[in-house]
């Protein structure tokens, strides 16, 4: 694999990676009596499934490459027109017998504007929306993100910076609003994550390699042709190649595998149930977890095995725009 492609694959990992400021939240649609979800802000322009669409055997065609989580859609020439993530819904019951709900809802952190506005638009439906950051509890984010010139001295920041000026797409701390009331911080702090990373033998160095290590294994010339073709290229292509990339990092998240798991997934992900239990037992019935796209098959598992919920309903969102411009 040449330089090129190692660059590439740790910008895919920089996007994926968490955010070094905070991360995003969205919020729930009304459950029906049949546990689908039904959003009452469809968005027929957002292209494939709108809102009310409930997961089913239809929402993987011929025209969509899909994860649970994360997607990307393709038009009938097979070339790929929008990568999406998902808002998945679980139903079950608390102690009370009272019927409770917690959407798993993916998020890439670039994206478009508009992706981001409409995440917005939904937060106000959950009693509790259950964000990752790895922060101090107490932690405030501003409307409108984080000082660039800070965050330019760390090096995940500084390549996402990079990345959403060359994909000519937005950053989620820009215009995701986290001072919502609902808001609940579902993350570990930078000490207890510290603390994970060493005792379970990780590093960030070690992931990194993991993830070349990878990439070499599924390398071949015409891959890094075309990346190297991508960066002379138009933003849509840029896109195009960035968004394959991620997607098959999606499926790749066990690479990050430590000793006992991970703490970037596993231990991550054990203490947002830990919050997550915590705010079923104030009562909180409409709930929702909002994390990268490549957490949500652990938080599935845990849901179905640890909370005794059932799969619900789905919907997709167009995150990037893929098409080309002006279309044929």
Do not use: C
């Not at 701390?173 to 603390?195: G, R």
């Not at 010339?221 to 933003?235: E, Y």
């Not at 997550?276 to 849901?303: C, N, S, T, V, W």
């Amino acid at each position: 694999m040449n330089r090129t492609s190692q660059l590439l694959l740790a910008i895919a990992i920089a996007l994926r990676a968490a955010p070094v400021l905070a991360q995003s939240s969205i919020s729930p649609p009304p459950v029906a009596e049949s546990g689908q979800v039904q959003v009452q802000d469809s968005d027929q322009a957002n292209g494939g499934a709108t809102d009310s669409e409930p997961a089913s055997k239809s929402d993987e065609s011929p025209g969509q490459e899909i994860s649970h989580f994360l997607r990307l859609r393709r038009d009938a020439k097979g070339r790929p027109i929008a990568m999406e993530t998902s808002v998945t819904r679980y139903i079950g019951k608390n102690d009370r017998g009272e019927t409770i709900s917690v959407d798993l809802i993916g998020v890439v952190h670039i994206g478009e504007q508009e992706y981001y506005e409409r995440l917005n638009r939904l937060f106000s439906r959950y009693d509790a929306l259950l964000y990752e950051l790895v922060a101090p509890e107490g932690t405030v984010i501003p409307k409108g993100g984080r000082d660039r010139s800070k965050a330019v001295t760390n090096p995940i920041a500084a390549m996402q910076i990079g990345m959403q000026s060359m994909l000519e797409l937005e950053f989620q701390l820009d215009h995701i609003d986290y001072t919502q009331e609902n808001f609940v911080h579902a993350d570990m702090s930078p000490e207890e994550f510290a603390a994970s990373m060493k005792q379970n033998d990780e590093s960030f160095a070690g992931m990194f390699f993991k993830a070349i290590g990878q990439s070499l294994a599924s390398s071949s010339s015409g891959r890094d042709t075309r990346l190297i073709m991508a960066m002379l290229s138009g933003k849509q292509e840029r896109r195009r190649v960035m968004a394959e990339e991620m997607q098959n990092m999606e499926s790749g998240m066990i690479i990050f595998q430590g000793r006992e798991g991970s703490t970037i997934i596993d231990h991550r992900n054990a203490k947002a149930m830990d919050v997550l239990k915590r705010e079923i037992a104030l009562g909180k019935k409409k709930l929702a977890l909002f994390y990268g796209a490549g957490h949500l098959p652990d938080m599935q598992r845990r849901l179905e095995s640890e909370f005794h919920l059932r799969r619900g309903g789905q919907f997709w969102l167009k995150a990037w725009d893929l098409a080309d411009e002006g279309g044929d």
